[in-house]
């Protein structure tokens, strides 16, 4: 980042037309500096034609918001020709986005280019103050402040009903911004808005999350409707308390019915749910078994504490509807849960599906706390050297008991197979030890994880087996290196 400001400072970077940047650091105090470059340069008369900024801070304690930061900058009208503006980060913002709405109002922002604006947060804890901010931004979002806004992007802010219904009544007034595309998630939702919605009142939105408490609400309402739901993706999260058999009933008769299977995006069932979730007949999993879902990217099945036998029927299920085609673009699969209630045959089933070219696009795969997964290392090792899995960014088999034997499969993978964009690989809590770690370094060639950042080896499962020395950890490291 220093290097970035001081080129700045010294009237380089002239042509630039589009800056990313993500800041990972404990205070983040880079933005402010770039910022405040910026602005030096608008004051020293040199050209800045940046078109796209995207600026994102992961550090959770950063105390100066990026938002303020890039306001500050706006109003100096160090970015004249904006088109496309990001801004992302750990903290909450909502001080920072008033200060923008208030700088717009006073007259001191101008924003005549803009024509994306995209608001993101990591972490959020209430849905309250979200909302009040959205009212405000909402309060602006017309002609006179925004003339060339087409697209707003606030799935990563979540609004309340409440919130949800000012916006909406705003992007219906005469003086409102001509939106193109709206991409917003809601934690809670009123019956009316929903029928609106699913009635497609709101062309321009193409993009609607419902989590937590609007989940509810808004399936009743699809269900019901009398064609499928005018969205180009829905994401689907249950709040950790899950949704009830009404809730699984619904998700399951608006896949069924035709109503959301053709939309539906993100599918994320968080928390504990009952065990008729799964059941002997797994009416969910039925679902994926004989409906295609061809828009379902990202997918966390429900947990339960049921018996394997059941679990595996259930993953049958969609290892079946994976085979024939019916999730063609899933690109996550993450598998959370207890550890307990899938089997072998269950781990087994998914992996045929892999076998069988169904997973070919599948990015990010979570398997950790699986028991079964140690019991199947051979299937999943089969997959990965087969090179079915051939576009895998994360794979997470943390505490899946794999100890060295499974390091005989995994490394037998890694011969037959380079895993050229794995970036993320997690082995801890495997009980595995020297033996293992051995039988992994010798199956690395240069080319056999070229991307991989970040690989977590720590050996302890609470079982006594598995011990990592420093002269395997060492052996381990020459071989990465």
């Known amino acids: 980042m220093g290097a970035l400001v001081k080129r700045m400072r010294d009237g380089g970077l002239s042509s630039l037309r589009t800056l990313k940047i993500e800041e990972a650091g404990p205070q983040g105090g880079g933005m402010k500096d770039l910022c405040s470059a910026f602005i030096d340069a608008k004051r020293a008369r040199r050209n800045v034609a940046i078109e796209t900024l995207s600026l994102s801070c992961k550090a959770a304690r950063y105390d100066g918001d990026i938002l303020f ?58 849905t309250t103050r979200s909302s009040v901010s959205v009212m405000d931004l909402s309060a602006v979002l017309t002609k006179g402040f925004f003339p060339r806004l087409r697209v707003l992007d606030l799935q990563d802010v979540l609004v309340s009903a409440e919130g949800a219904a000012v916006l909406f009544r705003s992007l219906a007034s005469d003086q409102a911004i001509s939106l193109e595309a709206l991409h917003l998630s809601v934690g809670s939702l009123s019956e009316s808005l929903a029928q609106s919605i699913c009635a497609g009142q709101y062309p321009f939105l193409q993009t609607f999350g419902v989590k937590y408490e609007a989940v509810i609400p808004f399936l009743k309402v699809a269900v019901s409707a009398e064609g499928p739901v005018p969205l180009s993706a829905l994401d689907i999260v249950t709040g ?132 079964a997964v140690g019991e199947a290392a051979e299937s999943l090792c089969a997959a990965l050297g087969a090179g079915k899995l051939p576009k895998l960014r994360i794979l997470n088999l943390k505490g899946c008991y794999l100890y060295d034997k499974g390091m005989v499969s995994f490394s037998d993978a890694l011969r037959a197979n380079d895993l050229i964009f794995l970036e993320q690989l997690f082995l801890e809590a495997n009980g595995i030890g020297d033996e293992g770690v051995g039988l992994l370094a010798a199956s690395l060639k240069p080319s056999s994880l070229p991307m991989l950042s970040e690989l977590t080896l720590t050996n302890r499962l609470g079982t006594g087996k598995g011990e990592i020395t420093a002269e395997g950890g060492s052996a381990f490291g020459r071989a990465l290196s």
């Open 69 to 126: 930061q890039v306001t500050r900058a706006l109003s100096a009208d160090a970015f004249p020709s904006l088109r496309n503006l990001e801004v992302a980060s750990y903290r909450v913002g909502f001080d920072a986005l008033k200060s923008l709405v208030g700088s717009l109002r006073d007259g001191s922002l101008s924003l005549p280019t803009l024509e994306r604006l995209r608001l993101q947060n990591f972490y959020f804890e209430v």
């Open 240 to 371: 950790v308390n899950g949704i009830g058999e009404e809730g699984v009933r619904m998700i399951r008769e608006g896949i069924v019915g035709g109503k959301i299977s053709g939309c539906v995006r993100v599918m994320k069932f968080e928390g504990v749910h009952k065990s008729w979730a799964f059941g002997e007949e797994s009416p969910l999993f039925e679902a994926f078994r004989s409906v295609p879902m061809p828009t379902l990217t990202f997918l966390q099945p429900p947990v339960t504490s049921v018996q394997p036998k059941s679990a595996d029927s259930a993953y049958g299920a969609l290892s079946e509807g994976m085979k024939r085609g019916n999730l063609p673009s899933l690109q996550r699969l993450y598998l959370l849960s207890d550890g307990r209630e899938v089997g072998k045959a269950g781990i087994e089933a998914l992996m045929e599906a892999a076998l069988a070219d169904r997973l070919l696009g599948l990015e990010e795969l979570d398997l950790s706390e699986k028991r």
